[in-house]
């Protein structure tokens, strides 16, 4: 009895779950995007599709297909699938299913893989006691995650797994997703209303799928064909996909360095207010200006300093919301100015020296004369006051192992 309301319970759930699961890929054949990892030919289609797959963690943003993949896999192997969510277990949980796994093998040879979602929130403890069976060729594993496996996952488990990054769907991609969930539906989905719906879903086929249901619903209820009002109104939540600590912190000021390094003033306007709006540090980003001002501009233009540091004193003296005001003049300014890096050129060829020779002795002339005894032992001796005398402007202050040697290279023309 038992049994039969569970299926009945099982088929009820399938009905009425949301169009994203009930569409949900299960082949390679189904499967969209990603292309570069599991396009025909790719080394990882051929391992599911010979069922040797190895341990693998599969790294992207939510809705990219990970999950999707590791299902598809559970379809396709002749081995035993174990899921965990990284979630809930314990490394109780992890030692039970490596016990089974062991047992399996040994009773009938079948291998186990085993599915990590959200590979991330394992502990160091979880990843150390899970080591062991990826180790020896116990489990196969396959770790999911959305966050930068070089930052969350120990060294010892990364180098005995591969590493696939999976891409945000492109509009394209998802105008398919679109059409097959409309196809699904059984509703009619204008080519303006498709496109808007990929747009919105910001990469996610399953968020894309979600509009679209909302988007669907409404519409009949109203006994109105579907508009792009449906759309504005099912997705309220902005496609963003931004982390302060992670992949996405490092890429997007690298982003905006290299852009406002360039010259890009576009470019870098639009980084700025992507990390402003995804949540960044605003301080952390006018420390980044006030790096660049020296590092990438210098005396090309001085003034680019002071607009670097004011802009970072606006943001302590005013806060967010108002200072992404003065941040963004900072920026513009930033890219516009002429751009230098002797003075980094310069400071880094002398560290060099530096690093190289260590601290060698000043000349004579230069060290201090200020203490009583100093004139005995030779301080100050030959140096030549350039206020009184011009020849101490021709002199080479350099220690007497470096004479001659050019670490700032002047400009032909300006500073």
């Known amino acids: 009895m038992a049994d039969l309301f569970s299926e009945a319970a099982g088929r009820r759930l399938g009905a009425s779950a949301p169009l994203a699961q009930r569409l949900r890929p299960s082949t390679l054949e ?19 599709e010979q069922d040797r797959v190895p341990s693998m963690i599969l790294y992207g943003p939510p809705g990219s297909g990970k999950t999707t993949l590791a299902r598809i896999v559970a379809q396709t192997t002749g081995a035993d699938f174990e899921e965990l969510s990284a979630v809930q277990a314990t490394v109780a949980n992890v030692r039970e299913v490596l016990a089974r796994a062991r047992e399996r093998l040994g009773a009938s ?7 990590l979602d959200e590979i991330h929130r394992f502990n160091k403890a979880q990843q150390d006691a899970l080591l062991p069976g990826v180790e020896e ?16 996952v120990n060294s010892a488990l990364l ?25 699904a539906l059984g509703a009619e989905v204008p080519p303006g209303v498709e496109e808007l719906i990929a747009r919105r879903a910001g990469g996610d086929a399953r968020n894309a799928l979600n509009i ?45 360095i290299k852009s406002t390094r360039a010259g890009d003033v576009q470019a870098s306007v639009y980084y700025l207010a ?6 960044e540090d605003a301080r952390f980003i006018a420390r980044r200006m006030i790096v ?8 090309a233009d001085p003034q680019a300093l002071l607009v670097a540091v004011a802009a970072a004193q606006a943001v302590e003296h005013v806060g967010l919301p108002e200072a992404r005001l003065n941040l963004a003049q900072a920026a513009v300014y930033l890219a516009k100015a002429s751009k230098g890096n002797r003075e980094y050129t310069a400071l880094k060829r002398a560290t060099e020296a530096v690093r190289e020779h260590g601290h060698l002795t000043p000349p004579a002339a230069l060290r201090s004369a200020a203490y009583p005894g100093a004139r005995k032992l030779g301080r100050g001796e030959g140096y030549v006051y350039p206020h009184d005398d011009p020849r101490g402007f021709e002199v080479d202050c350099l220690p007497d192992e470096l004479k001659g040697t050019v670490f700032y290279e002047e400009p032909e023309t300006g500073p």
């Open 137 to 152: 060729g116990l489990v196969t594993l396959i770790g999911a995650t959305t966050e930068n496996p070089y930052f969350e």
């Open 159 to 183: 180098s005995r797994a591969q590493i696939y990054e999976l891409e945000p769907h492109s509009v394209e991609t998802l105008r398919g997703v679109v059409r097959r969930g409309a196809g």
């Open 109 to 115: 040879g079948r291998r186990t893989i085993l599915f």
């Open 274 to 279: 992507a990390m402003i709006e995804g949540g």
């Open 212 to 256: 679209l249901e909302l988007s669907a619903e409404t519409a009949r209820a109203e006994g109105a064909q579907l508009a792009e009002r449906h759309v504005d109104d099912a997705a309220r939540k902005r496609p963003l996909a931004y982390d302060k600590g992670g992949d996405r912190h490092y890429d997007f000021i690298s982003a905006w």
């Open 292 to 299: 660049l001002a020296s590092e990438d501009i210098g005396n």
């Open 30 to 48: 189904d499967f969209v995007g990603q292309e570069h990892v599991v396009g025909r030919g790719r080394a990882l289609r051929l391992a599911i």
